[in-house]
């Protein structure tokens, strides 16, 4: 297992638009260490996946992103930087609380509300990935949440305790660090099976929507190519890209 790569070098920024696009502009500019993290305390343009912003109130949260070149990867298994990156979240939050998942592909929820969203946006070069940026939106201190983002919430508003910013921040880089390192070590059958024993809804009846119809099925898992898979009640079973299928909420 390689030492820490992740948050040898941490960037921090008072304010900035979105700590993605500041990442970007540094890799344009010159070479940006593999782990390097980027953190604002305050994000004004915080972007979410699908061009939705991300609320995040100044001083509170926790708002970065991390710079890796993971050119070990092929394209066709890119879903698998994407799962070390949740099971280090995930494994961050379950040590303050239970009920943590993964809502497939990418949101770390508690119960039924998010607390934490991320957006990975790959650089390829030559049918390589030649950087990675990997932002983390980690709702840890905020009491309200105005926007109409769907369900947020966050780990004080869970626990009712207050954390230590620089704390977590060292904890949750530990965390993502091991699951990367698991990577690029080719432990792919591990990672495999935590995430999908880590996922939202596992194996539970609940309703879901496609381009079809509405139907009642569980999620039994990921393909290889990270679709998720969902059995309808016939036994029939859906496999799913992103934005394909949505989760009926209660
Ligand atoms: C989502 O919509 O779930 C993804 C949210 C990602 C938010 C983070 S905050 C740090 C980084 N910078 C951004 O502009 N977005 C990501």
């Known amino acids: 297992m390689k030492s820490q790569i992740i948050g040898q070098t941490v960037v921090f920024l008072e304010q900035v638009g979105s700590t993605n696009n500041y990442?970007?502009?540094?890799?344009?500019?010159?070479?940006?260490?593999?782990?390097?993290?980027?953190?604002?305390?305050?994000?004004?343009?915080?972007?979410?996946?699908?061009?939705?912003?991300?609320?995040s109130e100044s001083g509170k949260?926790?708002?970065?992103?991390?710079?890796?070149?993971?050119?070990?990867l092929e394209i066709k298994d890119q879903f698998l930087l994407s799962k070390a990156i949740c099971l280090g979240l995930k494994e961050f939050l379950d040590t303050f609380c239970p009920h943590v998942s993964i809502k497939w592909p990418n949101d770390i929820y508690i119960g039924d509300r998010k607390v934490c969203g991320i957006l990975i946006e790959n650089a390829i070069m030559h049918g390589r990935f030649s950087s990675s940026v990997v932002g983390i939106g980690l709702n840890i201190n905020q009491d309200h949440?105005?926007?109409d983002a769907p369900n947020p919430v966050s780990l004080k508003q869970v626990t009712g305790d207050e954390y230590d910013l620089k704390e977590s921040l060292e904890l949750v880089l530990?965390?993502?660090?091991?699951?990367?390192?698991?990577?690029?070590?080719g432990e792919v059958g591990t990672l495999n099976q935590m995430f999908v024993s880590s996922l939202y809804r596992l194996n539970e009846w609940h309703y879901y929507r496609d381009e079809q119809q509405t139907?009642?099925?569980r999620i039994i898992g990921v393909n290889e190519i990270g679709q998720l898979r969902i059995e309808e009640e016939s036994g029939k079973i859906n496999e799913y890209h992103f934005k394909e299928v949505s989760y009926i909420m209660k």
């Not at 970007?24 to 699908?50: I, P, Y």
């Not at 949260?61 to 070990?72: E, R």
């Open 61 to 72: 949260n926790l708002t970065f992103s991390i710079v890796l070149h993971p050119d070990f």
């Open 215 to 217: 139907y009642r099925g």
């Open 145 to 147: 949440f105005v926007s």
């Open 23 to 55: 990442a970007s502009s540094q890799l344009r500019e010159r070479e940006v260490e593999e782990g390097t993290v980027f953190l604002a305390v305050s994000q004004v343009k915080g972007r979410g996946q699908q061009a939705n912003i991300w609320e």
């Open 174 to 185: 530990s965390k993502i660090d091991r699951f990367y390192c698991q990577l690029i070590d």
